[in-house]
């Protein structure tokens, strides 16, 4: 399972224009994605991706370890593709 590592629990703010002519803000968290390569083995270094928090969403995710949840990822019924919602769960410790 892919691991999703939120260093701050910061947000950078991108103000624009709407369709509708308003002011609008997205709130923008950066994280990490521990990728792998294709025979499996797990890149040395994270990739940096950025996470765009949902509307009406105004809290960032606490530093720490995530997985996707189960629900983020979904085929859209309009035109088939694959999507990812930022929906994040806490990774579980490991076992010791």
Known sequence: ????T????TL?????TGKDGNPAVLL?????LHTFDRDGIQEEFPSKFDIVLP???TTPFA???????????????????????PLLT?????VR
């Open 1 to 4: 399972m892919h691991q999703i």
């Open 6 to 9: 939120v260093s701050k629990d």
């Open 12 to 16: 950078r703010e991108v103000k624009y």
């Open 28 to 32: 923008i968290q950066t994280a990490f």
């Open 55 to 57: 509307r009406g969403v």
């Open 63 to 85: 530093a720490g370890k995530y997985t996707l949840h189960p629900s983020a990822l979904q085929v859209d019924p309009k035109t088939g593709r694959l999507t990812c919602q």
């Open 90 to 94: 806490p990774a579980a410790k490991p």
